[in-house]
């Protein structure tokens, strides 16, 4: 598998997929900056800020690879992935 890595976490992601990862994690850090300032402005906000980015990515990965297993849609099916091929969905 020929894998490209997240600037942002440092994850080796299927070419395909990077784009769609890494405005993941921007909207993830917009969004954390937006609801709690105060974890920009001192160390301990900042250990709590990444704890919580830490947690969101464990979490999403834990689901994707459920989904995938089961097989439940085929639109995630890894063997499928087409370079430039993805589905715009609402998030």
């Known amino acids: 598998m020929n894998d490209s890595v ?4 440092g994850e080796s992601i299927l070419p395909s997929l990077l784009s769609l990862h890494v405005q993941l994690e921007k909207t993830w850090q917009r969004e954390l900056k937006e609801t709690n300032p105060e974890w920009f402005s001192d160390k301990n906000g900042q250990a709590r800020c990444l704890e919580e980015y830490k947690a969101r990515h464990a979490r999403l ?4 690879y459920e989904l995938c297993a089961k097989g439940e849609n085929p639109k995630l099916g ?3 992935v ?4 993805i589905e715009e969905e609402g998030f």
Do not use: F, N, V, Y
Not at 6 to 9: K, L, M, V
Not at 61 to 64: L, S, T
């Open 6 to 9: 997240c600037p942002i976490c």
């Open 61 to 64: 990965k834990k689901e994707a």
């Open 78 to 80: 890894l063997g499928d």
């Open 82 to 85: 087409r370079e430039g091929e």
